[in-house]
């Protein structure tokens, strides 16, 4: 079946530090990836999405890129800010076409503790 | 436009009881799923619903169940509850499409006495 494998954490850098969170999956077809951020006390919010190949998707700074040739889907971003401080999970759907409807499959989620 | 809702935020219970989760979608959207976030286990997906029809399940017992109403609005129900149950649950919506990225709300933690 589907699977994301997140890099082991948590992860812990100082403000304006590069962030890379590693992410790769096992998946039959074309899936669609994603990554969501929660913070405490609250659901996931969606951060950036991707749903074909070399897609590049982007938001707040926050970047990562579907790689087929590789099944990965690393997360970065130049410069974090304490603001950033948070879970992070990686996350895959079967994609268009695919019959596993509603159903993402995550990853363990990386703790990420961001210090002035 | 409003987010997904969920009600109650917090819930108490006692082993035996049963519970019953409310989910409002956010308008438009159709799919309607539901998930199980534990620190063991992480985030593991219980079912989905569109249209007023189950069509995924995950590997969860017969006591978790759900519905969906006409207006999307969905429940999930747990029966005859274990101190395992103990969780946060989520509820996502998203438009049709496999492609379409969930939209969570803030979920309801459940804590089994």
């Known amino acids: 079946g589907d699977s994301v494998t997140q890099m082991e954490g948590p992860v812990t850098l100082s403000e304006e530090a590069f962030l890379t969170i590693n992410c790769t999956y096992t998946?039959?077809?074309?899936?669609?990836l994603f990554w969501y951020v929660q913070y405490p006390g609250e659901g996931l919010q969606l951060l950036l999405k991707?749903?074909?190949?070399?897609d590049k998707g982007s938001n707040k700074g926050f970047e990562a890129t579907y790689r087929k040739e590789t099944t990965s889907f690393h997360l970065e971003k130049g410069s974090v800010q304490v603001s950033d401080s948070a879970v992070y999970f990686c996350a895959l759907s079967p994609g268009a076409g695919g019959t596993s409807y509603g159903k993402l499959t995550f990853g363990q989620g990386t703790i990420l503790t961001v210090h002035p | 436009k409003a987010g997904v809702t969920q009600t109650p935020r917090y819930l108490i219970k006692t082993r035996g009881q049963q519970v019953t989760l409310s989910c409002s979608p956010i308008s438009g959207h159709r799919s309607v799923s539901w998930y199980q976030q534990t620190p063991g286990q992480g985030l593991q997906f219980l079912f989905e619903y569109f249209s007023e029809t189950q069509r995924n399940k995950g590997n969860f017992p017969g006591r978790f169940s759900g519905r969906q109403f006409s207006n999307s609005r969905s429940e999930m129900n747990v029966s005859t509850l274990e101190l395992g149950d103990s969780a946060l649950y989520l509820c996502?919506?998203?438009?049709?499409?496999?492609?379409?990225?969930?939209?969570f709300g803030d979920g309801t933690r459940l804590s089994i006495l």
């Open positions: 996502a919506s998203s438009p049709e499409g496999q492609d379409q990225p969930q939209h």
């Open positions: 991707a749903t074909k190949a070399d």
């Open positions: 998946a039959t077809g074309y899936p669609s």
